[in-house]
């Protein structure tokens, strides 16, 4: 089985909520190894595009709102990466279904998530859900230098004198 790497952000409900240590707790069962972690003040620029797939869904704006922090008192979020073998398949299994009353209620998502009367799924916990996105996930929200392994490709580029190892294929661009 090959060894792969996910995304995993503990949205503003889960911080509000003092869900952190329960839900890593929750993750170790998996044996993964976390390779990364950070709390994170969303910009709408990043939540934007997070969420660029989203862009024409009806509860977009709220989902917008939400990652950023808006409708919580906590304006973070937790990311972190997971690394180990079929990392997407076990994260998703404990995160459970996206929507809450959907999920089973062992679940991350079962056991804490709920629907706003707006539509929008208030479900703790985002985790990627291909290699493709996890890859595109992981490059928009950690610098590689954040990051304990070499996962994918980089490059350095020199601002103003000052050395800094980026994405060399960075979809977003963020340095160029
Ligand atoms: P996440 O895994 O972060 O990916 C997209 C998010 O949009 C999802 O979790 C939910 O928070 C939200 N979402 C997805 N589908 C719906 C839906 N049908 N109605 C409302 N919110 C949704």
């Given amino acids: 089985m090959p060894n792969t790497k996910t995304l ?94 959907e999920a089973d209620p062992e679940t991350i998502r079962g056991q804490y998530g709920r629907i706003l009367t707006s539509g929008v799924f208030e479900n703790v916990v985002h985790a990627s859900d291909s290699i493709e996105s996890a890859e595109r996930e992981i490059k928009l929200w950690f610098e590689p230098d954040e990051i304990i392994y070499d996962l994918y490709p980089t490059e350095i580029k020199v601002f103003m004198n000052y050395k800094k190892r980026v994405w060399k294929d960075d979809p977003y661009r963020k340095y160029t």
């Fill in 8 to 101: 995993v952000l503990i949205k503003p409900d889960g911080l509000s909520k003092s869900l952190t240590g329960n839900i890593i707790t929750r993750f170790s069962e998996t044996r993964l190894e976390i390779i990364a972690a950070k709390i994170v003040r969303v910009s709408r620029e990043l939540a934007e595009k997070h969420y660029e797939a989203h862009k024409d869904k009806p509860f977009y704006s709220e989902l917008i709102d939400y990652i950023m922090g808006k409708l919580h008192k906590r304006h973070k979020v937790m990311a972190l990466i997971y690394y180990g073998e079929n990392a997407i398949e076990k994260i998703r299994a404990i995160c459970g279904k996206t929507n809450p009353e």
